[in-house]
């Protein structure tokens, strides 16, 4: 590598597409979710910071970083959940540069399986949040993480890989996500796949996040918070923003891999870009109405939809796609 | 490139971001954590142990998975198949045998073609 590409590819993970990009998109993300909820729920949602309170998730996120201070007791590991929320922060941004958003762009063949390696790392990061503040709660809630991520987790990564396996079969890069996002080979075949490969990442990416009715191991009248009970200041200001960079990235995932990104245009086009900005707020839309629509559903329920209807239709798809 | 080279570039990339996050985390916590540490607030109660009377085994971490939906999984194998009749063991153990034959199979089929 030159010194050029060492600087573009630092570059590229610091700022776009990776930490302030993942950053600012996820706190808009965070208005968008918000705004929407509260107006299908009758109420005014984020109104006072910015135009229609657009700048409100920034707003909350500097006052709990720069203002409130973090309440420490004995027993608990602060520096240690730190470092892995910043190592969560770190991989989503480097999973960021495999897409081709990005100036840098990492590619390989086989590099699915690198990049499904760092989509884990967040995952990682809130189990080790519960599991370091010595509190009933952060631990009970961590333990439902645990649970709901086993089934989520590999269904995940199991559509992901389908996806990628059925569109750059028989390519000079064969399992590459680059090549699946810019030069993928789409048949029946690959369009049977990729629908149920896009149902089954869009309900696992939702438990992934904890969003509605995914949320029990947060859930705030029964756990007073789960995983993030013990947090506050600068610590949960961190939390919350590896929470919406995580639910922006995999927005944008499924955007790109699922709804073939800019198309019918392509990246680095002005109409491409909008496109890409509508489907992407498509699906946000519709993760809001899921979250104002439906109640939180139990652990076990939650664990048995996940295994029954979302894992099964990924490992179906895996199946169609290796076979066919 | 490579997935070798991949790999390393990737996860130096998350190093590199990783690391200004967190030295920017300790620099701004430094400044508003509040004096020294304090007891963890348990509902009121007061607790000396606390390490060994609020920590939860780590078996009991994939309690939600375990009760819930491989309960069903655990009895088959507990009451109908380790029922203590050897015919039944055989059958257990001959349906375990089968599959990796066929597994076995699948995998250097395959492997021919790939």
Known sequence: MTSFNVLLAVLSALIYPGLFFLVVVGLLTQWYIRKLVGRLQNRIGPKYVGPLGILQPFADVVKLIFVKEEVSFRGRLDKFLAIFMALGLGALSAAMLFTPISPYVVRSPYDVVVFIYLMLWSTIAFAVIGLSLSNPFTVAGSSRFLTQILFAEPALATSLLATVIVLTKSTSTPLSIYSSLTGGRFNIVAAVVITLSLISFFIASIAKTLIKPFDIPEAE???????????????????????????????????MVFLGGPYPFSYGELLGALVFALKYLAVLTLIAVIKASVGRIRIEQSASILIKYVFSLSVVALLIASFF | MDAL??????????????????????????????????????????????????????????????????????????????SGVLNDWLFYMGIWLSLGVLLSFIVISAGGRL
């Open chain 1, 221 to 255: 009248t029964e756990l007073a918070g789960g995983l993030l009970a013990e947090l506050s200041g600068p610590a949960l200001g961190l939390a919350t923003i590896l929470h919406y960079a995580e639910v922006a990235f995999l927005t944008l995932i499924t955007t």
């Open chain 2, 5 to 82: 080279t991949a790999t390393l570039i990737a996860s130096a990339l998350m190093f590199v971001v990783a690391f200004p996050t967190y030295i920017l985390y300790v620099l701004v916590r430094r400044s508003s954590t509040s004096g020294s540490s304090s007891d963890p607030y348990l509902c009121g109660e007061g607790v000396e142990d606390f390490k060994n009377s609020i920590s939860v085994g780590s078996s009991n971490f994939f309690w939600g998975s375990t009760s819930a939906n491989l309960k069903k999984f655990y009895s088959v194998l507990r009451d109908s198949i380790h």
